[in-house]
């Protein structure tokens, strides 16, 4: 009997151990494969970044083939805006296509530099008002939204009346204190850091407005919009309707207009008089977008491109980021 107790003790004991050690090789058998999956991420995403670059140096290449004439007179059907730039080597491909950047309200221009500080740019905030309104956001949110970005690029410490400066950001409420960037935007994402943006994730707002880095430009071409612009378009023009600005982006010609004169004159019986925004027939901001996927493995990036001088080139750059 006793014998027979401990060859079941035994017997017991062995299979705990079996089972710690399954336990133990199923974890590290998990990690394992996490870790080549990470592996084969980074790989993928090195290649992907090379590749990008390769691609970015293309599209500069061609903005800058372009003649003067040419990017003076830019519309939808320009070559420059459809041809497909397309990377492939070692079974990767890179699919990217460059568009104008200028149907969108520039962030930065809400202020104007002077005396090496910011100050507010008191007709840029009239039209990102109307914009606002047009898409349904309160008075109050609408304040508050410009307000926050205001204090947030502003050198100065001294709030506006629904902005935050750094005793805000650095107070005990916030989970990781920061301070306010004192400096133009670079990307759009940095506007997470404001407390009124965390409300406004579901908004139309963000398919508005967009960052043109470290630049106050407010220069928009006509030619280049389409049906999802009417919101913008409204901003700009204080004595049009959405339903004005629907009708004039529709009449917009394919190769559109060779001079803002025409585009006016186009559009007699409308008051186009007193834009927001500087109307043009032409680009100098261009943006970039990159996208590549591998089974399970996907990268994109966003290159934002200004003309300066005559020449093409790189502001900024993004990864992953919608």
Same mark, same amino acid.
């Given at each position: 009997m006793f014998i027979k107790i401990r060859q079941g003790v035994v017997l017991i004991s062995v299979l705990m151990i079996i089972l710690i050690l399954s336990a133990i090789g199923s974890t590290l058998g998990g990690d394992f494969l996490k870790s080549l999956k990470r592996s084969g991420y980074l790989e993928f995403q090195s290649n992907s970044i090379?590749?990008? !670059? /390769?691609?970015?140096n293309l599209a500069v290449e061609r903005i800058n083939q372009f003649s003067k004439l040419e990017l003076q007179d830019l519309n939808k059907k320009s070559e420059l805006l459809? &041809?497909? &730039?397309i990377y492939e080597v070692n079974g990767l491909t890179v699919n990217a296509n460059l @568009? %104008?950047?200028s149907s969108c309200f520039n962030i930065n221009s809400l202020v104007l530099e002077q005396n090496q500080s910011f100050i507010a740019n008191e007709r840029a905030i009239e039209q990102f008002k109307r914009l606002l309104? @047009? #898409?349904e956001i309160s008075e109050m949110d609408t304040n508050s939204i410009i307000d926050q970005i205001i204090d947030w690029i502003d050198t100065d410490d001294q709030p506006r009346a /629904?902005? &935050?400066e750094d005793y805000f950001y650095t107070g005990p409420i916030n989970f990781r204190p920061m301070y306010t960037n004192k400096r133009l935007l670079i990307n759009l994402s940095e506007l997470n850091n404001l407390p009124i943006f965390k409300d406004l994730t579901d908004s139309m707002l963000f398919e508005n407005v967009c960052v043109h880095p470290l630049s106050y430009s407010n220069e928009v071409n006509i /030619?280049?919009?389409d049906a999802d %612009? /009417?919101? &913008? #378009?409204? @901003?700009i023009f204080p004595n049009i309707s959405l339903t004005d600005a629907e009708f004039i982006i529709s009449k917009i010609p394919e190769n559109g207009f060779k001079t803002t004169d025409e585009f006016i004159s186009s559009f007699s019986e409308f008051n186009l008089s007193d834009p927001y925004s500087t109307i043009k027939t032409s680009s100098k901001q261009f943006l970039l977008s990159t996208s590549t996927q591998v089974d399970t493995f996907s990268f994109s990036s !966003?290159?934002?491109i200004n003309i300066k001088n005559g020449r093409a080139i790189i502001m900024s750059r993004s990864y992953n980021i919608n």
């Open positions: 090379q590749l990008m !670059r /390769n691609i970015e459809t &041809f497909p &730039f @568009s %104008d950047f309104i @047009s #898409l /629904n902005g &935050f /030619n280049t919009m %612009d /009417n919101y &913008f #378009l409204t @901003s !966003r290159t934002f």
